[in-house]
């Protein structure tokens, strides 16, 4: 141990293979030892004790968040928040697998799906890699967790024909061109809010997806499309080109002004006075579902419908053609059970009436 010339005294000490720097203001060299010794021994207990769950996540977050896309990287903070509050003041390598899983139930109690619950757990899988790969942790919690069920998901159905018929006849009321050109071009919603006049060319008959907007908090901000996929040319439907205005070419077609895309409180309000004056209650998504329907029924190649779609996976698009095949598979056996019934309550008349 030597005295510094500021008066302190300081010890190095060799911990693991590492030189570590104690510091002590005591007067005397004696006190200074033991100050340190002190000073050591607490060292010695944090490091058994390792880092708070809160702190690994924290760095996890700095790290990884920052690489991810707008719309993901919120999603990820609204879970970690979950996770960073239960698990507050809990060193990481005291959380055990029975932890994890007593901690997943908890959302099966407080009605999560089954999806939120799985995202849940991912989270929460990634700061305990990162904790491992970091050496703040000798083996993983969750390696083995499975998650548990939730609620199952309301999926919002397409459009009904009675809807689509609304539809068709309300361009006219308050942002009634938006819900029909999502309708026909079955385009995400902030990629039509991104659009501008001059990726419409009116003469090959295309619309090119280039770009997509998201909000933070009310303001718009122009993104790349949500996959490399989703740069893509859609088709422009002659009954689209008849109702879509023209406009300078760098101005915005669904925009307040035109010059900028539509804040988040504007797109709200509009909507809202879309669904009151048509009386329907219905979602940009469950447009671009009912899109995927009219793809169905036209017969349209599920490879050709990915693309038209901006799916990156086919996996994506077969579900959705899958799940549109079944529900008509349910309506028809439905339709075929009523027309057979009633054939055989008019048979069993007939026959008592000859009888």
């Known amino acids: 141990m030597k005295r510094r010339k500021d008066g302190r005294f300081q010890k190095v000490i060799t911990i693991n293979g590492k030189k570590h720097f104690f510091y002590s203001t005591a007067a005397t060299s004696r ?7 002190n000073q050591l021994l607490a060292y010695k207990e944090a490091e058994e004790k390792g880092k708070l769950f809160t702190e690994v996540a924290e760095k996890w977050e700095n790290k990884h968040l920052p690489k991810l896309e707008y719309n993901t990287s919120r999603r ?15 060193y990481i ?44 942790v000798t083996s993983d919690p969750t390696q083995y967790i499975q998650p548990p069920k939730g609620k199952k998901s309301v999926q919002r159905e397409a459009l009904t024909d009675k809807e689509i018929d609304v539809v068709k006849k309300s361009i006219n009321c308050t942002c009634g061109l938006l819900p029909y050109f999502l309708l026909y071009t079955g385009l995400r919603k902030g990629e039509a809010l991104a659009l501008q006049y001059k990726d419409i060319n009116r003469k090959s008959k295309e ?3 280039t770009k997509s907007i998201y ?4 303001k718009p901000y122009i993104k790349d499309t949500k996959t490399a996929s989703g740069n893509r040319t859609v088709i422009l439907l002659d009954n689209v080109a008849k109702v879509l ?111």
């Open 31 to 37: 006190a200074a030892e033991k100050d340190i010794a």
């Open 76 to 90: 990820y903070k609204s879970l970690l928040k979950h996770a960073t509050s239960h698990f507050k003041g809990t």
């Open 245 to 355: 205005p023209k406009g300078n070419k760098n101005g915005y077609i669904f925009s307040k002004t035109g010059k900028e895309p539509m804040s988040n409180s504007w797109f709200q309000c509009q909507w809202a006075a879309y669904c009151k004056e048509t009386g329907l209650n219905i979602t940009a998504h469950q447009l671009r579902h009912t899109y995927a329907t009219i793809l169905f029924e036209a017969n349209i190649d599920v490879k050709d419908a990915q693309n038209l779609m901006g799916h990156s996976d086919i996996t994506t698009t077969r579900n959705i053609y899958t799940h549109i095949r079944e529900n008509r598979l349910q309506s028809t056996a439905q339709q075929l059970n009523t027309f057979v019934s009633q054939e055989l309550v008019k048979n069993s008349k007939k026959h008592k009436n000859t009888t």
């Open 215 to 218: 909000h933070d908090g009310n």
């Open 93 to 136: 390598k005291e959380v055990k697998p029975s932890d994890i899983e007593r901690y997943l139930s908890g959302f099966v109690r407080e009605g999560y799906t089954t999806k939120s619950i799985k995202d849940i757990l991912s989270v929460v899988r990634l700061v305990f890699k990162y904790a491992y790969i970091n050496e703040y």
């Open 207 to 209: 619309i090119s997806v």
